[in-house]
């Protein structure tokens, strides 16, 4: 069975950091675009970055240059590492790959 888990959410202070794992199971995903997208409380689901097999990433706008992101093919796993964070950052992040979705990791910035 395929699957996605999410782990490395919590609480942290604004401009604290935070790193996100995403582990795969199936050789499938190292082959694959990953996604990391996040969910705020009452609003839509928003795409955080990419990363493609070779390893071009793209970002949206309100986590550039304080999000990373980078991945593991051997090892199937994908990272977000969030540097800075603000209270606006809190969310659920989801890793996603093609049609499979992990089960979420929350964040929350918080004073």
């Known amino acids: 069975q395929v699957q996605l888990v999410e782990s490395g959410g919590g609480l942290v202070q604004p401009g604290g950091s935070l790193r996100l794992s995403c582990a795969a199971s199936?050789?499938?995903?190292?082959?694959?675009?990953r996604n990391w997208y996040r969910q705020a409380p009452g609003k839509q689901p928003e795409l955080v970055e990419s990363i493609t097999r070779s390893g071009s990433t793209n970002y949206a706008d309100s986590v550039k240059g304080r999000f990373t992101v980078y991945r593991d093919n051997a090892k199937n796993l994908v990272y977000l590492q969030m540097n800075s964070l603000k209270p606006e950052d809190t969310a659920v992040y989801y890793c996603?790959?093609?049609?499979?979705w992990g089960q979420g990791t929350r964040v929350t910035v918080s004073s």
């Open positions: 996603h790959a093609f049609s499979t």
């Open positions: 199936g050789s499938i995903f190292s082959r694959l675009t």
